[in-house]
Structures are given as C-alpha cells and as structure tokens.
Nanobody
C-alpha cells in the first residue's frame, strides 16, 4: 500500500521560505514521477510542480516558476519542494502525489495515482 507523508508546512511572512518534504513508502519510488499540487479554500486543486523518475526533468506552474524548486532523492524515497519568495496567494494545503506510470497528463490530478494527506502553508502579508 502506497503511503505519502508530507511535512514542513507552517506560517511564514511574505517573502519568506519554506521547504516541504514528502516521504514515500510501499512502492518502488525510482520508477515513478512525482508531483506537488495545492488547494486553497473554495478552489480546485492546482498543479504546482512535477519531476520525472530520475530527477532530470522538472516542470512548474507559471505562478511559481523561478520561486519554487522541486527535487527528489531516490535513495531516501523523498521528494521536496523548496519555496522561496512566498506570497500570500501561495497559501494553501500542499499535497505530494505519485504519477501514473507512463502518464503524459502530469498537470492535472487525473495523472496521479496516490496522494498524501497534505500540509498547510500559510503566508501572511
């Protein structure tokens, strides 16, 4: 059974930084692409970033490009999201997810098979 556990969320002032981590178990981690999504109150879950199984290819939502960095360490079954220059509009619950094998649809939740429970990020102005 796949389990994903996110950590690292919290309250930060605008302009600050946070580093989210996601620990995966119950799967051969290095075989799967991974993604981060977020969901603000009253809004749909939206794509933030994705990374391929080797870590050699990444992609970001325009709203976070240049501020967020996704990375992974296959030896430790972890994927991270470094978030810099945070803005109040980044406030949301952040989720990590395991991509479906062979999926080319990595920018919507439909392209992912398993999800963590989420971690809250709140950015104050």
């Amino acid at each position: 059974q796949v389990q994903l556990v996110e950590s690292g969320g919290g309250l930060v002032q605008a302009g600050g930084s946070l580093r989210l981590s996601c620990a995966a178990s119950g799967l051969t981690f290095s075989l799967y692409g991974m993604g981060w999504f977020r969901q603000a109150p009253g809004k749909e879950r939206e794509f933030v970033a994705t990374i391929n199984r080797s870590g050699g290819s990444t992609s970001y939502a325009d709203s976070v490009k240049g501020r967020f960095t996704i990375s992974r360490e296959n030896a430790k079954n972890t994927v991270c999201l470094q978030m810099n220059s945070l803005k109040p509009e980044d406030t949301a619950v952040y989720y990590c997810a395991v991509a479906l094998l062979g999926s080319s649809n990595l920018y919507t939740p439909a392209g992912y098979r398993s999800w963590g429970q989420g971690t809250q990020v709140t950015v104050s102005s």
